[in-house]
């Protein structure tokens, strides 16, 4: 059993809707924190396991989460479990800082830029170029049934950056506008898959089909370090429209042949040649 | 000025938002039929030049109410052009039934079909499918802003026929699963692109990433004698969601490559090899 407070910060993960990876990789590293606060001894030990088998269940799509359990040591010292905690959150913010830094750079004055659903990781890219002075445009598709596209919209109009929102149904005909594409990933898999909000596919089709340079923003904790694509499991969030259910896969896989490159904090990755 | 019980045809077809090319230029035959029946003289010939105009203007991306008008002949003769109006009713119901006999021959036991928004041609062809005793399960979607998905899947449990419907960002993800895609169209250009519920160059390229057969199932009078591509004009019906303005094409093109066939009532339009 956790502490009722550390329950709570997964309940609140699991129900989280619009924010993705990076975003619960943190709350899980402060449900952590928050651990190491209010335990010790056994209890403590075993409640690490227990947070563990937890988080990972929140999302198992979410390779930052699994990144995040792999960094914290099942070890009986709550200080130290707290300081590796905070040291993720921390190094966190820095691989997005430097991803906004590195990113910016591909941007350039007038860009189209289209992207799908909400990175806050696209987001801090799209913050950079704008402090550097760059005059842009964001295209972004509504990313139904959650609207994680309109969320997007509302930070955008915070920064005063210059956006349109499209219908998910509409990545094709905008992408031949577009520039350049960017999204986020919540999971990219050793062979090189980038699992994203479903409809991430799509986008990347229509960039292949239409010679738009599709990257990707993903800090290098999103990369699993074992999985294949086939050992992904999607997870799915079921609903009803009328009474009909509607199926809802929340994440599709793209492969690496239609990525020109994703951009972490230690630069921008490439696929190797023969792909 | 049109008579009164005509505009309100002419409102009515505007203001459709489920059903497609098909029955627009039906309806559209209907408003011929019955401006035949209440004008006669210089009146009846005013009339028939303005309804022209009008049922152009309700869906300028649609072919099958171009050639409507083209097919209705502009003379002092009520009698003959109520008489085209209803052989134009009933060639196209005609052309539907042969395509559905043409088209279930394409589906085999088992096959699951993907399929994007509503198309009632597509519908004749599954329900002669199920007709002829195949077994088969429709993936749909919902097609939104209108949910055009949840009208045909009302229509198919009507039919017993076994569906799912998904979001429309989930295509890609699905078609790797079906084994056939079957839509419908609202204009087909001379140079070979296919206009049809915007999203439907989404499905056709994820199908050609997945060596899925994708299939066109269109009335030869969706054909359009003159028009390319470039110059269809693809409607748009903004909305607004909380308080941001949503970009809303109606339509997307799907260049041939991407198409197996184009299933009309005269048979199975095949690219030429060079495409």
Redesign the interface.
């Known amino acids: 059993m956790l502490p009722q407070e550390v329950e709570e910060l997964i309940r609140e993960m699991s129900e989280e809707r619009i924010r993705g990876a990076s975003y619960l990789a943190q709350m899980g590293a402060k449900a952590y924190a928050r651990l190491a606060e209010i335990l010790e001894g056994e209890e403590f030990l075993n409640g690490l396991k227990d947070l563990g088998v937890e988080i990972l269940n929140v999302n198992p799509t979410m390779a930052s989460l699994y990144n995040l359990v792999r960094f914290i040591p099942i070890i009986d010292n709550p200080e130290f479990v707290a300081a590796k905690a905070n040291e993720f959150i921390r190094l966190s913010e820095e691989a997005k800082r430097e991803i906004g830094n590195i990113g910016s750079e591909l941007i350039d004055q007038n860009e189209i830029i289209i992207t ?1 659903s909400y990175s806050s990781t696209v987001l801090e890219i799209l913050k950079k170029a704008k402090e550097k002075g760059k005059a842009f445009k964001v295209i972004i ?5 959650d ?1 994680e596209g ?1 969320f997007f ?2 930070k955008l109009e915070e920064f005063e950056i210059p956006f ?11 992408a031949k506008n577009a520039t350049l594409a960017l999204v986020g990933a919540d999971n990219i898999t050793k062979d090189g898959y980038v699992f994203n ?3 991430t ?2 986008l990347a ?2 960039c292949n ?1 239409n010679g738009i340079p599709f990257y990707v923003a993903a800090e290098t904790f999103k990369i699993h370090p074992e999985a294949r694509a086939e050992d992904i499991k ?1 997870i799915e969030r079921k609903f009803k ?2 009474h ?6 929340l994440f ?1 896989a793209t492969p690496w042949k239609y990525i020109r490159g994703i951009i972490t904090e230690l630069g921008i990755l490439v696929p190797p040649k023969e792909i």
């Open positions: 799908h598709s509504e990313s139904g049934p609207y309109l919209a509302k349109e929102v499209i219908t998910d149904a509409q990545l094709g005909l905008f909000k479903a409809g596919y799509l089709l229509a089909d999607i429209r009328d009909i259910i509607i199926r809802n896969y599709d």
